[in-house]
Nanobody, 121 residues
Framework: QVQLVESGGGLVKAGDALRLSCAASVSIFKITAVNWYRQAPGKQRELVAGLTDDGDTNYATSVKGRFTVSRDNRKKMAFLQMNSLKPEDTAVYSC???????????????WGQGTQVTVSS
């Protein structure tokens, strides 16, 4: 059973930075697409950042210029660098990866369990 393990969340002050990481629990061939979502209490889940297989990125307007999504296929990990954090960034952040488990497989989608990010003012 493939699971995505996230790390890097925590409690920080406004203006601080955090880097979230997302890795598969088993050996994989390749990460193609990366998406990071967040959900704040009482709000709908929103797409924060996306990275396509071709390297194109897209960001929510509220995080553009502050957050950077990336992947490292040598380490088989995905990241979300979050700078200049604001209290309104407080949410549970989840990674969503499209993975090739092996070169002969078809791409599959997996979700992380979520990691809490809390930004105090």
């Amino acid at each position: 059973q493939v699971q995505l393990v996230e790390s890097g969340g925590g409690l920080v002050k406004a203006g601080d930075a955090l880097r979230l990481s997302c890795a598969a629990s088993v050996s994989i061939f390749k990460i193609t697409a990366v998406n990071w979502y967040r959900q704040a209490p009482g709000k709908q889940r929103e797409l924060v950042a996306g990275l396509t297989d071709d390297g194109d990125t897209n960001y929510a307007t509220s995080v553009k210029g502050r957050f950077t999504v990336s992947r490292d296929n040598r380490k088989k990990m995905a990241f979300l660098q979050m700078n200049s954090l604001k209290p309104e960034d407080t949410a549970v952040y989840s990674c969503n990866l499209i993975l090739w488990l092996d070169p002969f497989d078809t791409p599959r989608q997996f979700w992380g369990q979520g990691t809490q990010v809390t930004v105090s003012s």
